[in-house]
Antibody
Framework: QVQLQESGPGLVRPSQTLSLTCGVSGYAISGGYYWGWIRQAPGKGLEWIGSIYYGGTTYYNASLKSRVTISEDTSKNQISLKLSSVTAADTAMYYC????????????WGQGTMVTVSS | DIQLTQSPFFLSASVGDRVTITCRATQGISNSLAWYQQKPGKAPKLLIYGASTLESGVPSRFSGSGSGTEFTLTISSLQPEDFATYYCQQPNSYPYTFGQGTNLEIK
């Protein structure tokens, strides 16, 4: 059974870099799926941040592209998200999820981690 | 970017009712559409992908249809555990986008 677990600081200062990891258990990330990051501001809808495919091919939301980096660490079986120059608008619940190959839908989600941007 | 508009925004219904939620795309996306259910404090749960394929383990009272620019999610007979927020998502082209959500409440 595949499980995803996000982790990282719950509080980030404005202008700093938000760094999160997504630990994957029950499946090797090198196995061929896409892995994505999605966020949800308090009381708001879902926003796709970006996805990574084994081997490092990445796709980012253009609205965040200049600030986002998604990477993989196959030795630790985890996916990472970095978002630079954060502002209060980046305050959100951040989810990692597995993307169904060929369909682009997210079938397995982590529980999410709340990140607040505040001084 | 492809924008998705869901209707209605709010839906009040009773246990046993049949309900339909619509998702319209600003351009054709073939059958590239997914539906999710989200309960407060929880991650979204995939219900439907490829517009009409039921995710494993999802009750058969959920069904999806449509192609091109108009899609529907139907719940044939509402159960108490179905009261939640529902989102559509298009994975046809980047950036993936989501609808604004439909809040399904108990009448």
């Amino acid at each position: 059974q595949v499980q995803l677990q996000e982790s990282g600081p719950g509080l980030v200062r404005p202008s700093q870099t938000l760094s999160l990891t997504c630990g994957v258990s029950g499946y090797a990330i090198s196995g061929g799926y896409y892995w994505g990051w999605i966020r949800q501001a308090p009381g708001k809808g879902l926003e796709w941040i970006g996805s990574i495919y084994y081997g490092g091919t990445t796709y980012y939301n253009a609205s965040l592209k200049s600030r986002v980096t998604i990477s993989e660490d196959t030795s630790k079986n985890q996916i990472s998200l970095k978002l630079s120059s954060v502002t209060a608008a980046d305050t959100a619940m951040y989810y990692c999820a597995r993307e169904i190959a060929g369909y682009g839908a997210f079938d397995v989600w982590g529980q999410g981690t709340m990140v607040t941007v505040s001084s | 970017d492809i924008q998705l508009t869901q209707s209605p925004f709010f839906l009040s219904a009773s246990v046993g009712d049949r309900v339909t939620i619509t998702c319209r795309a600003t351009q054709g996306i073939s059958n590239s559409l997914a539906w999710y259910q989200q309960k407060p404090g929880k991650a979204p749960k995939l219900l439907i992908y490829g517009a009409s394929t039921l995710e494993s383990g999802v009750p058969s009272r959920f069904s999806g249809s449509g192609s091109g620019t108009e899609f529907t999610l139907t719940i044939s007979s509402l159960q108490p555990e179905d009261f939640a927020t529902y989102y559509c998502q298009q994975p046809n082209s980047y950036p993936y986008t989501f609808g604004q959500g439909t809040n399904l409440e108990i009448k």
